[in-house]
């Protein structure tokens, strides 16, 4: 008997620098975004995804409070490092 194959969902985490706002991250197309958290001092953006996918390079940018927000953005997430918040969307 021969299996068939049953894609199935894994989350996998993806680590960024925030020394720069803009940042591009090589990821499966039809990604689901799931939170950003860091591990030590490195923060990592989790998402949820179907194995086996083709993937493309994706825009992110950091923005703080006050910071004009293109409107084509799309907001991700809100999180903190320290005394400082920042706000996630994909560009």
């Known amino acids: 008997m021969i299996e068939e ?3 199935s969902k894994m989350i996998n985490k993806y680590p960024f620098s925030m020394k720069a706002p803009k ?3 090589l990821l ?3 990604f ?3 939170s950003v958290a860091f591990q030590g001092d490195t923060p990592n953006i989790w998402i949820e995804t179907v194995e ?3 993937r493309e390079e994706f825009n992110f940018q950091l923005f703080g409070t006050g910071q004009e927000i ?3 953005a ?3 997430t809100t999180f903190s490092f320290g005394p400082f918040v ?3 969307y994909k560009t």
Request: glycine letters at 0%.
């Open 70 to 72: 293109p409107l084509t």
């Open 52 to 54: 086996a996918t083709v």
């Open 74 to 76: 799309i907001w991700l």
């Open 23 to 25: 940042f591009t991250l």
């Open 32 to 34: 689901k975004f799931l």
């Open 86 to 88: 920042f706000h996630l």
């Open 5 to 7: 194959f049953k894609p």
């Open 28 to 30: 499966p197309k039809d």
